[in-house]
């Protein structure tokens, strides 16, 4: 939530970084318009958390987490973290694979398209998981749209394997440790979209 959101419902006072205080939540004016099935009486009690969290960009910045759950507050603050994770993940199906937008016609085509382009996810992150492992790397410091790009030229011979052995070195020639970073760039060499997958990769002829 935003640090003005997280003021107005501590009462005007906030924790420090790092620290957290018990707060009740009622709704607003504008809540109680907006929905009116909501009993003007209404309230959540929570926990307001505040934590120092490092963006993707390498800056820190400051947290504001409400939860009416009694865990600890340094698990909450990793599941935001994975919370973002998931949500570059989402961009990466959007984005990078093209998925934004559907071109099929029908209920049945729309779904061979979504299956065919999170095939093409799983089939990045797992060669990406690997080049990790053999480099000793967080997999998510190696860019998804650098190793998608490695793995549209190398389809054809990853279509004949059963694992991903040996791609990792390839991986880290091309996308390089420097290079590393979570942002795709805006126009990668290749995009293994879910039509070109398609066209590369005859499924039916692939080895169980």
């Known amino acids: 939530m935003t640090e003005a959101r997280a003021r107005k419902i501590a009462g005007g006072i906030l924790p420090p970084a790092g620290g957290e205080c018990r707060v009740e939540w009622l709704p607003s004016r504008d809540d109680l318009r907006a929905h009116p099935e909501i009993p003007a009486a209404a309230v ?16 820190r910045f400051k947290l504001y987490l409400f939860t ?6 340094e698990m909450w603050v990793e599941l935001y973290r994975r919370r973002w994770d998931i949500e570059l993940d989402i961009r990466s199906l959007k984005q990078t694979l093209r998925m934004h937008s559907l071109s099929a016609q029908t209920p049945e085509m729309a779904e061979k398209e979504l299956l065919l382009a999170i095939a093409g996810h799983n089939l990045v992150r797992s060669v990406q998981m690997q080049a990790a492992r053999e480099a000793d790397l967080e997999p998510r410091r190696l860019s998804f749209s650098r190793v998608q790009a490695v793995v549209m030229t190398a389809l054809p011979r990853l279509a004949t394997l059963t ?13 390089g440790l420097g290079g590393a970073g979570q942002t795709p760039e805006p126009n990668p060499p290749a995009i293994l979209s879910a039509s070109r997958l398609g066209e590369r990769v005859d499924v039916s002829q692939t080895p169980a």
């Open 163 to 175: 694992g991903c052995d040996g791609m990792g070195g390839r991986i880290q020639t091309s996308v």
């Open 44 to 59: 959540v009690r929570g926990r307001l958390i505040v934590a120092h969290v490092v963006g993707q960009d390498g800056k």
């Open 68 to 73: 009416s759950g009694e865990e600890p507050r």
